[in-house]
T-cell receptor
Framework: GAVVSQHPSWVICKSGTSVKIECRSL??????MFWYRQFPKQSLMLMAT?????????EQGVEKDKFLINHASLTLSTLTVTSAHPEDSSFYIC??????????????FGPGTRLTVL | GQNIDQPTEMTATEGAIVQINCTYQ??????LFWYQQHAGEAPTFLSY????GLEEKGRFSSFLSRSKGYSYLLLKELQMKDSASYLC??????????FGAGTQVVVTP
């Protein structure tokens, strides 16, 4: 199956700083990627859809100025958490659809990034 | 919007069979996914159903009834490593996934 990577796998930062998380599709191109957030013992919540060459679309309740998304190329999307606060501490996961013939409806997830804001 | 319901937790013994049910109400439907997620890790793909019926993949099978808004994931010959959270997710017309809260499966010796 297709491979999606994320970097960093974990990060600890001080309150008020910004953190950038990268999501890469390693062996396929992804015009669309999705960003999720997962709090402990809860399910994944879709934050936004990252679109290559155009603006991201955000889910209701997600602040676009706080969670900046840039889909710089067909294999890279970045999520920047600006002015991070302790309540932003969470597990952030990206996904990309398909990649292989016959699997275009499958979404593959990156390994996730654990963000802890002190 | 979409509403997806699945049980919170299920317990079964090693070697047994467990069936995880998922019901959904959606404004658009482009398939239903099942994912396995171990604690602290990202979800891994298990199955995808877009047509009614049963899809079998080794020890795991998934069933879909679109008219009933219902799916189940069947885990056979349970192993200890199957202890994990199982997520039901529905894809809308734009490929966005809406996840259920997940079912924690606990496999006991």
């Amino acid at each position: 199956g297709a491979v999606v990577s994320q970097h960093p796998s974990w990060v600890i930062c001080k309150s008020g700083t910004s953190v950038k998380i990268e999501c890469r599709s390693l062996d396929f191109q992804a015009t669309t990627m999705f960003w999720y957030r997962q709090f402990p013992k809860q399910s994944l919540m879709l934050m936004a859809t990252s679109n290559e060459g155009s603006k991201a679309t955000y889910e209701q309740g997600v602040e676009k100025d706080k969670f900046l998304i840039n889909h710089a190329s067909l294999t890279l999307s970045t999520l920047t958490v600006t002015s991070a606060h302790p309540e932003d501490s969470s597990f952030y996961i990206c996904s990309a659809p398909g990649g292989w013939a016959g699997e275009s409806d499958t979404q593959y997830f990156g390994p996730g990034t654990r963000l802890t804001v002190l | 919007g979409q509403n997806i319901d699945q049980p919170t937790e299920m317990t079964a013994t090693e070697g047994a069979i467990v069936q995880i049910n998922c019901t959904y109400q959606t404004s658009g439907f482009n398939g239903l996914f099942w994912y396995q997620q171990h604690a602290g890790e990202a979800p891994t793909f298990l199955s995808y159903n877009v047509l009614d019926g049963l899809e079998e993949k080794g020890r795991f099978s998934s069933f879909l009834s679109r008219s009933k808004g219902y799916s189940y994931l069947l885990l056979k010959e349970l192993q200890m490593k199957d202890s994990a959270s199982y997520l039901c997710a529905v894809s809308d017309s734009w490929g966005k996934l809406q996840f259920g809260a997940g079912t924690q499966v606990v496999v006991t010796p």
